[in-house]
């Protein structure tokens, strides 16, 4: 991948947003973004494209527009991976993936296949004969024998002492629900033996009815059709076997067929047994009983009864249950041994926990308790994690997914673990060789420092690995800084973001890092980077000097509205950037004689017609004018004027006090100035991330209202 483009529109937060990214020389890319401008919604763009999914515009429902292509063609969305703060995050495929060794896992399967393939003929062959589904097998075999190994009660079988009586006999027919319901009633065991002799007599000497072939329901059903097709109102006739005359009506036939079945019909015990023979199911026990009448007295009992037919099957397919146990016996052996050579062996899984242990601070060890069953594939991971107690060496396992409940951890620690949880899932893909863009959102959010740099040591790994590619979104300069600091992203891949009128855009970084010594420090010449290295050279003089220093008040009269900054010339400043930086450069073609602070208000007016941007001087000259207005403002107005050295906040409390009730509008707007311009003017070791996040808009606001106050 050397070239990403991107065209978003309409994308969650994102208005607009056209940008290419080079990841032909670096493989990183880091943007820096204040909260609420785009971190989010990029993210989310990003990974609904990796669900195969279109970002979308909820609040004004606009139609979205998102092109992302790589090196010209669309982007894979199985390249896509979104990593978010902190989230909950499924890790069974990729912890199995790490574990799992491939040649054991391979000879292991092959073993475990002939049996299981053995297995499952087995089970087919006793679902065929014993009408029981093949998934409920197994469980109905442990409940009727209480034993919840398949293969130790298999070895278990006595087949000595079992024969096949009952093979022919389907499990599911006799023990339907509906017949045990029907062997529940009052006395029906008791008249069974009795019925069932009689209904078989009938059989043998009726002149219509044969065992086996033709039995009464049958017949019933025949006269049920007729009498519903109209046979004999069609003036249709029947004759039965051995009979000379001709049934000619419906009636008819129901007695031919009651009188053969008198026997049954006058006796109240039987003919009460007969007519709870109705359900399809209850029949069809009644035509076992005709070929089996064996069966009866085992009726008695329908437990040890089940059993037997069971044992029946399993005679009856003796030779291959032998043959299954054989073969699982001769490969137990075996999987036993690949799975003690898994349990010791040395995995990606390891390496991945030792690489977060040795770099994470947590109070914790995570370890696997079913390590040889997912390296051979067999389950999905169980991760404990095993806390000691310093002090009293007291051990506790918890299970990973139980931590959260339990409130063990920190904030900081649970997103530690959520580090961890994505390192298995970024090496996973890695031992996959897969191509991969990582969207990281503001991934060291709310870390401490040691664990912040650990996470930039890891994203420095991850920058290290050929098919691997970053977008590293953060709101945390420091941490922006850190990412090219450890070269992970090249000074061309920094980039800071800005909202225009419509859109959002992308301008380079490059003058980020030390913007005095590597840019304004040579242009001095420039208005506005010279009024832009007041800030910084003031503070070099605290550092170095003190704050009574003569050069440092005169630097701090600039910054603040007071009789001496009326006298500050170009010619003072440059005195006092020669006299702490010899030597440097100062060929300004300012006019010596100019006042810093005619020079200030007119940059701050040039800075008005600036395009949005970065623009770091800008915001730095803004912010200054805007204080210089609020506080010429503030004294033009109070009563007291008892010099305040160098405090607005104090000049503020002194015009709050004088008039709240009167200029109310006039406070708040104050206000405002006073809560935004303090850590702007005031760089110490150049942190700009409060500036950066100003937007040019509300600078150039608040300074338009300030100045016609």
């Known amino acids: 991948m050397d070239k990403l483009s991107i065209k978003l529109e309409n994308c969650y937060g994102i208005d607009k947003l ?22 989010t919604s990029f993210a989310k763009t990003f990974e609904a494209k990796s669900l195969g999914k279109e970002p979308l515009e909820s609040l004004y429902n606009n139609a979205s527009l998102a092109v992302i292509k790589t090196d010209g063609n669309n982007i894979d969305k199985n390249e896509i991976v979104v990593i978010n703060s902190f989230e909950n995050i499924n890790t069974d495929k990729s912890v199995s993936s790490l574990l799992v060794d491939e040649i054991s896992k391979n000879e292991y399967d092959q073993i475990f296949t002939e049996i299981t393939k053995q297995k499952t003929s087995l089970i087919s062959k006793l679902n065929r004969i014993s009408g029981i589904k093949q998934t409920e097998i197994e469980n109905i075999i442990a409940a009727d024998f209480n034993e919840k190994d398949f293969f130790k009660f298999l070895s278990n079988i006595d087949f000595e002492n079992i024969d096949d009586e009952f093979s022919e006999i389907k499990l599911s027919e006799v023990f339907d629900i509906d017949v045990l319901a029907f062997l529940k009633k009052p006395d029906v065991i008791n008249n069974i033996n009795v019925y069932t002799e009689k209904y078989n007599q009938l059989l043998e000497t009726s002149k219509y009815f044969k065992k086996g072939v033709f039995n009464p329901s049958k017949a019933e059903s025949i006269a049920k059709v007729l009498l519903k097709e109209n046979f004999f109102k069609a003036n249709h006739k029947i004759r039965l076997d051995g009979d000379e ?5 419906d009636d008819d036939f129901k007695d031919k067929l009651a009188n053969e079945r008198k026997d049954i019909l006058e006796n109240q015990e039987l003919l009460k047994i007969e007519n709870e023979i109705k359900k399809a199911s209850v029949i069809k026990f009644r035509e076992i009983l005709e070929e089996h009448e064996n069966i009866i007295p085992e009726l008695v009992d329908l437990t040890v009864f089940k059993k037997r037919i069971w044992n029946s099957y399993f005679a009856k397919e003796k030779d291959f249950i032998v043959e299954l146990l054989n073969l699982f016996s001769n490969g137990k052996n075996r ?11 040395r995995t990606s899984w390891e390496e991945v926990i030792e690489k977060f242990e040795n770099r994470f601070f947590v109070p914790f060890n995570a370890i696997i308790t079913n390590k040889s069953s997912v390296i051979l594939g067999k389950s999905t991971p169980s991760i404990d994690l095993k806390f000691e107690h310093l002090k009293t060496n007291k051990k506790r396992e918890v299970r990973k997914d139980d931590v959260e409940g339990l409130k063990f951890l920190s904030q900081g620690e649970k997103r530690a673990l959520y580090i961890l ?25 709310s870390f401490d420092y040691k664990n912040k740099y650990a996470i930039i040591q890891y994203l420095k790994d991850i920058s290290e690995e050929p098919l691997f590619f970053q977008i590293i979104l953060t709101h945390n300069f420091d941490f922006f800084r850190a990412v090219q600091n450890r070269n992970i992203a090249s000074y061309k891949n920094l980039f800071l973001t800005y909202k225009s009128e419509d859109e959002i855009k992308l301008d380079s970084a490059k003058g980020i890092k030390n913007p005095f010594i590597n840019d304004w420090k040579g242009n001095l010449d420039n208005p506005k980077k010279l009024i832009a290295s007041i800030t910084f050279v ?9 704050d009574k220093d003569e050069d440092y008040k005169t630097l701090t009269y600039v ?35 100019e006042k810093v602070v005619d020079i ?30 609020a506080e010429k403002y503030m004294w033009s107005k109070v009563s007291n004027q008892e010099i305040i050295n160098g405090s607005t906040g104090k000049l503020f409390s002194r015009f709050k006090k004088e008039f709240e009730g009167a200029l109310d509008n006039e406070i708040k707007l104050l206000d405002e100035v006073n809560l935004i311009t303090p850590e702007n003017i005031h760089l110490n070791s150049f942190m700009f991330e409060p500036i950066l996040d100003l937007s040019d808009v509300h600078l150039k606001e608040l300074y338009n209202k300030l100045k016609v106050l």
Not at 574 to 592: A, H, M, V, W, Y
Not at 602 to 626: M, P, Q
Request: glycine share 2%.
């Open 600 to 629: 200030i208000f007119n940059e701050a007016e040039n800075c008005l017609v600036a395009d949005e941007g970065i623009n770091l001087e800008n915001k730095l000259i803004l912010s200054i004018a805007i204080r210089l207005y």
């Open 335 to 345: 999987l036993e041994e690949i799975e003690e050579l898994a349990n010791n062996q």
């Open 18 to 39: 056209e940008q290419e990214f080079d990841f032909s020389k670096c493989r990183a890319v880091a943007i820096y973004a204040p909260n609420g401008m785009m971190k």
């Open 421 to 445: 949880n994505l390192m298995f899932n970024i090496e996973a893909r890695k031992k996959e060789n897969k191509k991969t863009l990582f969207i990281i959102d503001d991934i060291a959010d």
């Open 559 to 593: 910054l603040h509205w007071r009789s001496e900054n009326q006298t500050i010339l170009i010619s003072h400043l440059k005195d006092i950037f020669l006299r702490i930086f010899p030597g440097i450069n100062f060929n300004s073609e300012i006019t010596q004689t």
């Open 245 to 249: 005359n001709e049934i000619l009506n």
């Open 538 to 546: 003031r503070n070099i003089i605290e550092y170095t000097k003190g």
